[in-house]
């Protein structure tokens, strides 16, 4: 990884891309610290201060990891980048459900350029919507329960409300075009290295705060980390290369074919949403609670007592097993083994040892399924490691080394240095010649 930027950093031109992304990424810190027009920035402070070790157990906990720590401090880009993942997900969701999406996206760039779009429009919408909720907390002292200090510097001013939901609405606009301009001018992958910046973010900090309260548990953090990256960075790069042969065919005077390929089945397939579709519905029993608190209801104390905290083996149960089927769900509508089957066939190729078509998709089918269950184990595991070492070594519920951490970190940074090798290799190309 070092040499791949060493060696960019000798280019003119990728020197110019990498401090180019550079500069995006301090001004996108640089939002993220700025207060929001109408906060209070003495009292957020303190009531920021007071709640920190418990802001990642709360029902705001994702939306507190993907904004950088920007969220509980009420900053312009306090949204961060969760309302652009979310809509990302649901759009993927819909493409299978709706007929007109589904048909766009086989139209090429011009059909993936409406649902980007689409993807655009929906994030403004639902940043409208999680600004607004988080000022009705802090209107309301429910952003931090604990602090009976005002946050806001005028809580009844309606025009002051709406201004600053206008402010942070726009601020996830900015992101998204702060992610655009590093895909276009930058390295590649915007909205992935935004990700990886706001995860990162947190990571001096809260790795600052275990090391003055326990400088043992710093060191069993420390090892557990790196034995997780190590654990990730490996399978991440796993993959099952299905070999695919085409066969020789005569368009016009020219022969076509001839070639052999072949598929890339990654072990983890899914990629980090399994994770995230797991941790927010298990949100829900938190929110419920925080809802019906002051409810006398048996129902509402089991889930208080069980689904609320991370440290109840009922809820350590409940997420390895919905991580295991969103997994298997993810998987299953966003590779279709019966479209690549047709494909191939369509084009001449074919699997050695399998009959083109039907028994293609089946192969295929097949693999997958035996591929996705290592998967799947792989991402609950992962997910499930910072839960026990949190209940082992005490650290505070801030701990860095989260499952949904690693894996952004990891992805991210090896997508990064892959995009960075391939423009090597496009200007300094090393061939026949050397």
């Not at 980007?116 to 429009?121: E, K």
């Amino acid at each position: 990884m070092l040499t791949a930027f060493t060696r960019a950093f000798r280019t003119p031109d990728l020197r110019k891309k990498l401090l180019f992304t550079l500069g995006i990424i301090a001004l996108f810190r640089l939002g993220s610290v700025l207060p929001t027009p109408g906060v209070h920035v003495q009292n957020l402070a303190a009531c920021f201060e007071q709640a920190r070790n418990g802001a990642a157990g709360n029902i705001y906990g994702m939306v507190q990891l993907f904004s950088g720590g920007a969220l509980l401090k009420l900053s312009v880009f306090a949204l961060g980048i969760m309302p652009y993942i979310t809509a990302s997900i649901i759009l993927q969701l819909l493409v299978v459900v709706i007929p007109r999406l589904e048909a766009l996206k086989k139209e090429g760039q011009a059909g993936q350029t409406k649902i980007t779009q689409y993807t655009r429009y929906l994030t403004i919408g639902l940043a409208v919507l999680q600004s607004t909720a988080f000022i009705a907390l802090a209107r309301t002292g429910q952003l931090f329960p604990n602090c009976q200090q005002d946050v806001l510097l005028d809580p009844d001013n309606i025009f002051q409300i709406v201004t600053m939901v206008v402010i942070m609405t726009a601020g996830t606009s900015v992101i998204m075009w702060l992610g655009e301009l590093i895909t276009d001018r930058g390295v590649g992958n915007g909205m992935s290295i935004l990700i990886f910046t706001q995860v990162v973010a947190v990571f001096p900090s809260e790795l600052a705060n275990i090391f003055q309260a326990n400088k043992f548990t710093f060191t069993v953090v420390m090892v557990v980390g790196v034995f997780m990256i190590a654990a990730v960075v490996f399978v991440e790069q796993a993959q099952r290369r299905i070999p695919v042969q085409y066969a020789k065919r005569m368009v016009g005077r020219r022969m076509y074919g001839g070639t052999s390929t072949y598929i890339p089945l990654k072990v983890n397939q899914a990629g980090i949403i399994p994770v995230i579709f797991a941790s927010s519905l298990l949100y829900l029993p938190q929110l419920l609670t925080s809802l019906f608190q002051s409810t006398d209801n048996a129902f509402i104390r089991w889930i208080s007592q069980n689904l609320a905290t991370g440290d109840t083996p009922i809820y350590m149960a409940t997420f390895f097993v919905l991580i295991i089927f969103f997994t298997y769900f993810y998987v299953s509508i966003t590779f279709n083994p019966t479209e690549v089957a047709d494909n191939m066939k369509k084009y001449g190729g074919f699997i050695p040892g399998i009959r083109p078509g039907r028994p293609t998709a089946e192969y295929l089918n097949f693999v997958l399924t035996r591929l996705t269950a290592p998967g799947s184990l792989y991402l609950g595991l992962i997910a499930m490691v910072p839960i026990v070492a949190l209940a082992v070594s005490g650290a505070s519920q801030n701990f860095p080394f989260g499952g949904t951490s690693i894996l952004i970190m990891v992805g991210v940074g090896l997508d990064t240095v892959k995009q960075i090798e391939s423009q090597l290799q496009q200007r300094n190309y090393e061939g026949f010649l050397r």
